[in-house]
């Protein structure tokens, strides 16, 4: 059974920081392309960034370009997202996703691509 388990959020001032973690079990780490969502209330679930099967290549949302960077370890069996300068508007609940695919290319921001996710992490920015 695939669970991905998130942690890392939490409540920031704007300009601060935080790194989200999602540890995943049950399935083959590196035979998944990963990525983060996000939902903030009222609003449907967004990508914000994705990752392929070896860290190859990424994807960023163009609202958190410059500022968010996702990372795996491949040993850890570990996703990560680096978020610096927060604002209030990255607001929302972040969520870990899989895709049944090593590479999923352009599409990466479909939520209907993901096959597994796990199930969130508040982050909140305060002005």
């Known amino acids: 059974q695939v669970q991905l388990v998130e942690s890392g959020g939490g409540l920031v001032q704007a300009g601060g920081s935080l790194r989200l973690s999602c540890s995943a079990t049950g399935l083959t780490f590196d035979d998944h392309a990963m990525a983060w969502f996000r939902q903030a209330p009222g609003k449907e679930r967004e990508g914000v960034a994705y990752v392929t099967w070896n860290g190859g290549i990424t994807r960023h949302a163009d609202s958190v370009k410059g500022r968010f960077t996702i990372s795996r370890d491949n040993v850890r069996n570990t996703l990560y997202l680096q978020m610096n300068n927060l604002k209030p508007e990255d607001t929302a609940v972040y969520y870990c996703?899989?895709?049944?695919?090593?590479?999923?290319?352009?599409?990466?921001?479909?939520?209907?691509?993901?096959?597994?996710w796990g199930q969130g992490t508040q982050v909140t920015v305060s002005s």
């Open positions: 996703a899989t895709y049944a695919e090593q590479y999923v290319g352009s599409l990466w921001d479909s939520p209907t691509l993901v096959n597994h």
